[in-house]
């Protein structure tokens, strides 16, 4: 069978470039002859599959198309694949009767030379345009001879964005006619463990496709395919047009029991951080809507639409004004206006009186916007501990007051001056997107069209919605100074719940042990850091099962966002420096086979060496390592507190309390035994205002005998009266109450949050470390034991390793032996049991008789116990202790 293309086949594929002067003849069904079944102008397209590897993320799509041409003559076969405007396309072949043209990246300019010169030769050429509000659209088609075969196959990559909790990936399904094998298959593999999955298809519900979707997951990995017969795309049954039309939508999440995750990979490494359970920072929010007359009718009336539901979502701590601008500035109030139910009120009422008049002044009324934030700050009239966001809406360019771009982003520059990000709406098509873009990239916000449709005012809402909820300001991830290379963005203005940070880079030294990452931010009530210690040995060893992910998908993820960063930094840059951010961006997408806005790919024939002369290929491209080779983030445990100081006391295990007395270079130690439930006071200190409550928990069986019955303390409360402080710690999770305000924490947790006068640092399934300014440290040290153990169950011991600062009134079964005391212990004896003596004490005028034991010292770890001898004392501490035990019972841990 003779090849359809003869001499050289020349596919350039551009993205952006308009098609103009290409011949084509769009594929139309002839519905008068009677063809076979999936055939339409005697092409017949028997086989599409949509091949997803996701992998931490970061997705890798195959399509591939084969058609058949049945006519009597040549044909022209078009492939239309429309990507996410997110991704690159990584590669395309088309494969003609078994001769595969592969396609090579080139820079633009080059690619550009061999498209005028196929086109100008009446060739056929690829091309990638933008398509719709979140796609752009790859087309190319070729003539295709009679009985020939042809396929294509495109490759696409981008990294999923977490938006409002999920991941979500689009696949638009247009088959145009029926087709005999169609095929979506999703792999998707997460380190962290899958916590959702759905799939939906825009044209049928879930319902009646039936068999044709299956969904699936469990741990590490999750599944979707959606495979229809024949049948089962027809539009209806006697049909022979497809229903398949629309998007097919994948959406998941993974587990957030840890709040950050490291994956290391042949050297290069991927950071991802979305803590969860942190409270909301109160924001300052001002809307700069443009009620130019451009406006009018329905953009008006959706922007009032959406403002009315924002101020739904506002929060009372939040503060906001409105800015109106035309060709004047009008201020709804002189300064921000708390949230509060009635000043809510009155800002519906001002929303809903918002009419359209005059020019554009974009200038005076962004410039009006930051100078009522920059002194609602300086003023105090907002919180400390609150952000400012600035949110522009325009619909068309600036045309009055300074109307030159540059000018505007300057001013609007200098006058944020880095201090909160400007978040810029695009209403419609009649404006200069790129200027809103470049200005909101430039002061830490982003840009947003708005498309002119029904549901602008949902858009505009979903937009609001994403940023409604900052949950740290100022983030910054650090890692060892010497130990990384070639980082991508590492500090955020704001981390807002339901999104995630995604900081990549390369290991100067692969070899490396172990690093450290830190995830420094500033939380609703306090300062946080949330450390992360990746031991690669361990790692390593963890993901060696999964040999079907491609191996360098870091080094990739890596590049995808360090190109986009350069290509986003290059949109502000002038001279020099946006040549250099060129030639970086431009390097790595040849060497990562990347299609950006430099580079194209260009298809030509393998042994069609004379289009190929001309062209600089860069050999050799990205190394593709067999061996998938994956890691796991694994904590190492840190000790992160100083050695206990003498004197020490402590209460662990079934409670055993051990109160060490350096004068006497000796020990005390008594049990306190009451049942399951029983909440006793461990430290009260009036002058501090400091108490510490234990709960008691029982064994698993839960034994009525008190003789044998094993107890331990599983609830833990700190409170702090001066400052308004709750800690709630259990075998679970750590809560920390500010107010009303709560921090929430697990024990997967690895964080360190600080506030005036207070230093909480939890360290991984291990210990959690409590410092009151200096001079007040406790430990809290998490037992945990066999899931399945027949009796035992997870408790805490509590270690005080500093008390000085405590008063001398300090009380409780610790508390009052924080102030010096004497016993003298004389006529040691042999006891009941030959290897444990007993003895007579005298301790507060009271004359006991003790017997020497031993109890474990866990204040290093739960697994590195130390034996400290100490002088038991019977019946619940009678003697020792002021009163009784039952004196120290209180209602409830708070
Ligand atoms: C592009 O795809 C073809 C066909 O699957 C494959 O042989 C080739 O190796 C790919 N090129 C790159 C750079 O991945
Ligand atoms: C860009 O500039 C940096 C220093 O500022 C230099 O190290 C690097 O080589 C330059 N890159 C290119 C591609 O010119």
Redesign the pocket.
């Known amino acids: 069978m003779a090849p359809a293309l003869r001499s050289s086949l020349v596919l350039v594929l551009l993205s952006g470039l308009v098609a103009s002067g290409i011949p084509r003849s769009p594929l139309r069904p002839l519905g008068k002859r009677s063809v076979p079944e999936g055939v339409v102008d005697g092409i017949e397209v028997y086989s599409t599959k949509i091949n997803c590897q996701v992998t931490s993320r970061f997705a890798h799509n195959?399509v591939t198309t084969r058609a058949v041409n049945r006519a009597d003559t040549a044909k022209e076969v078009s492939f239309d694949v429309e990507l996410p405007k997110t991704a690159f396309i990584?590669?395309?072949?088309l494969t003609i009767d078994g001769v595969?043209y592969?396609?090579n990246i080139k820079e633009k300019e080059v690619a550009k030379k061999q498209y005028e010169k196929a086109v100008s030769q009446g060739k056929t050429a690829g091309l990638v345009k933008a398509s719709g509000r979140k796609l752009e659209k790859f087309t190319v088609s070729v003539n295709v001879a009679a009985g020939s075969k042809v396929t294509f196959?495109l490759?696409y990559e981008e990294l999923l964005k977490r938006h409002k909790g999920k991941y979500e990936m689009y696949i638009k399904v247009q088959p145009k006619q029926l087709v005999k094998h169609f095929e979506i298959n999703t792999d998707i593999f997460e380190p962290q463990g899958i916590s959702m999955l759905d799939a939906e298809a825009s044209f049928i519900t879930n319902d009646l496709l039936g068999s044709a979707l299956t969904k699936s997951f469990s741990g590490k990995k999750g599944h979707v395919s959606f495979k229809p017969s024949l049948d089962q795309q027809r539009s209806c049954p006697t049909c022979t047009d497809s229903l398949l039309n629309g998007d097919f939508t994948i959406t998941y999440d993974v587990n957030r029991e840890s709040p950050a995750n490291v994956q290391v990979v042949n050297g290069y490494f991927v950071h991802f951080f979305a803590p969860q359970g942190l409270p909301v920072v109160p924001k300052n929010v001002v809307f700069v809507i443009d009620v130019s007359g451009s406006m009018f009718g329905r953009k008006i009336e959706q922007t009032k639409d959406a403002l009315l539901k924002i101020l739904e979502d506002m929060k009372e701590d939040d503060s906001l004004n409105f800015i109106l601008f035309s060709g004047d500035v009008t201020t709804w109030k002189d300064n921000l206006i708390q949230a509060t139910p009635e000043n809510l009120q009155e800002a519906r009422t001002f929303v809903k009186s918002i009419r359209d008049q005059g020019m554009t002044n974009i200038n005076d009324g962004l410039l009006t916007g930051i100078s009522m934030l920059n002194k609602a700050r300086e003023e105090h009239q907002v919180p400390e501990r609150s952000t400012s966001i600035i949110i522009m809406l325009t619909d068309g360019d600036a045309n009055t007051g300074e109307s030159r771009p540059e000018k505007i982003q300057e001013n609007v520059r200098n006058a944020i001056g880095g201090k909160f990000p400007l978040y810029n709406l695009g209403f419609g098509h009649n404006l200069n997107y790129n200027f809103l873009e470049k200005m909101a990239l430039e002061n830490h916000g982003l840009a947003r069209r708005i498309y002119e449709d029904s549901d602008a005012n949902l858009q505009l809402q979903g937009f609001y919605e994403e940023v409604a909820n900052p949950l740290l300001t100022d983030v910054e991830v650090e890692y060892p100074e010497n130990a990384i290379l070639d980082l991508t963005q590492n500090n955020y203005q704001h981390f807002y719940d339901g999104s995630e940070i995604v900081v990549a880079g390369r290991l100067l030294d692969e070899d490396m042990a172990s690093f450290k990452a830190d995830v420094k931010g500033h939380g609703a009530i306090n300062d946080l850091t949330f450390t992360e210690e990746v031991n690669m040995k361990e790692m390593e060893k963890a993901l060696q099962e999964q040999e079907y992910i491609f191996g360098d998908y870091i080094e990739r993820l890596w590049a995808y966002l360090t190109i986009k960063q350069l290509l986003e930094k290059r949109k502000n840059a002038h001279g020099d420096k946006k040549e250099n951010l060129t030639a970086q961006a431009l390097d790595l997408s040849l060497k990562y086979?990347f299609v950006t806005p430099l580079t194209s790919m260009v298809v030509t024939k393998p042994e069609d060496s004379e289009d190929q002369t001309s062209i600089a290929d860069k050999p050799g491209?990205?190394p593709?390592d067999a061996e998938a080779r994956s890691v796991i983030p694994s904590m190492a445990y840190q000790t992160s507190y100083q050695p206990p100081q003498k004197p020490y006391y402590y209460v662990d295990g079934d409670p055993h309390f051990i109160i060490q007395v350096p004068e006497k270079d000796d020990a005390l130690c008594f049990n306190i035994d009451e049942a399951p439930g029983t909440v006793l006071r461990l430290i009260q200190d009036p002058v501090t205002g400091l108490t510490i409550n234990g709960q008691i928990i029982g064994d698993k069986r839960d034994s009525p005998d008190s003789k044998s019955r094993k107890t331990y303390f599983g609830k833990l409360g700190i409170i702090s009266t001066p400052m308004h402080l709750l800690i709630e710690v259990t075998t679970e999770e750590i809560n920390l109450w500010s107010g009303a305000v709560r921090d929430a924490f697990t024990w997967l947790d690895t964080v360190t949050v600080t506030q005036e006068g207070l230093k909480v640092t939890i360290n991984k399934k291990k210990n959690m470390v409590v410092s009151f300014g200096d001079g007040v440290t406790f430990v809290v040290i998490l037992h945990q034991v066999w899931k399945k153990h027949p009796d035992q169950q997870d408790f805490l011991g509590f270690y005080v390793v500093d008390s000085h600062r405590m008063s001398a009134q300090t009380h409780g079964l610790l508390g009052q032996f924080f102030h010096y005391f004497d016993f003298k212990v004389s006529d040691i004896r042999p006891g009941s049991d030959p290897t444990k003596p007993d003895a007579t004490m005298v301790v507060k005028n009271h004359r006991l008789t003790v017997t020497r034991g031993s109890q474990k010292d866990y204040g290093k770890g739960a697994s590195l116990g130390t034996k400290v001898a100490c002088w038991f004392i019977h019946n619940n501490a009678e003697g020792l202790i002021d009163g009784v035990h039952t004196d120290y019972i209180v209602p409830s841990l708070f």
């Open positions: 195959v990584t590669n395309f072949t595969t592969p396609g196959e490759t086979h491209e990205v593709l």
